[in-house]
Structure formats: structure tokens, C-alpha cells
């Protein structure tokens, strides 16, 4: 499998870089060099496709926000902020030969129930799921497309 392999969503030009022959890639995010691996590839390119294709705004996107749950850290890929600083989606990302399955559902679960975030996307590059979380009779909705920013804080209102 490539280190960058191609994916469903569009490609934006990143800054990559190999120092001791380990590939980076600049995280416009964190705003520093991580090593680059096919997931982090489909974190950064998604990222991005969120910011260029959909508005969102690169200051509502946090990577790999520190959570503390049962005693344990765990860090969701991405979280989506709305005004007020309102937590709106966690984003769970694999890499493109991972199968989305009930797993990475439960791995996500696990963040949405801490943030109480109502929306949730995962995706491995190639397969997208945004889902609303329906809090008042526990169930999960499917959404047809991935909304734009403005469409997710009008969803929310």
C-alpha cells in the first residue's frame, strides 16, 4: 500500500518531507511536521477537503483533542467546533484498506457519548458515513451527503 494512496474525495497539495528516511507531512492543523502514514494521509486530505471544499473553517477543527475517559486518554482525529465554541462532530479516520465496521462505529461512540457531539463522520478515504445522533430516542441517522459548514451550525440551531 502507498504511504499516499488516492482516495474519494478530492487531493490537495501538501507539504510533505523525509528526514532519515521517514516521510512527513507539514499538519496545517497542529501546525507542526508529523510522520506520515495512509491514515494520516486521509486525516490531512480530508481535513482539508472540509476547509477548501465545504467552508469550514481551519480554527473549528481540532486534531487529536485529549480526552480523559474512564481514567484512560483517548484522542478522536478531528473534532468540529460551531460558534460559541459548541462541540458539533467527532471525526474518526482510517486508512483506505480498513473497513469501516461496527468497530470503528463503537471506537467514535465512545468519543460522541464524552462530547456529547450530535453529528459524528468517519471515513477511510474512500468510504464516507456522517451520521446525526438523536439523543432523545437513541438512534442514529444517516445523512446523504457530508453538509458544508453553514448547513451543519443551521442542522444544529
Known sequence: MSITP?????????????EDGIH?????????????????????????FLVKSLNYPASAIAV???LVYNGLTRRPDAV?????????????????DVVV?????????TYISML??????ISNGLNHYCCYINRENNSISYLSKIPDYQELIDMVS
Do not use: C, H
Not at 488516492?6 to 523525509?18: A, F, G, H, Q, T
Not at 510522520?35 to 494521509?41: A, G
Not at 460558534?83 to 479516520?93: D, K
Not at 456529547?116 to 463522520?121: I, Q, R, S
Open 6 to 18: 488516492e482516495l474519494n474525495i478530492p487531493l490537495y497539495s501538501s507539504r510533505l518531507k523525509v
Open 24 to 48: 512527513f507531512i507539514f499538519d496545517e492543523f497542529r501546525r507542526k511536521w508529523v510522520k506520515l502514514s495512509p491514515e494520516e494521509w486521509v486525516r490531512q486530505q480530508f481535513l482539508m
Open 64 to 66: 487529536e483533542k485529549k
Open 80 to 96: 468540529i467546533s460551531g460558534p460559541n465554541a459548541a462541540l458539533l462532530m467527532v471525526i474518526e479516520f482510517k486508512k483506505t
Open 101 to 109: 465496521d461496527e468497530k470503528t462505529f463503537l471506537q467514535a461512540a
Open 116 to 121: 456529547k457531539t450530535p453529528y459524528m463522520l
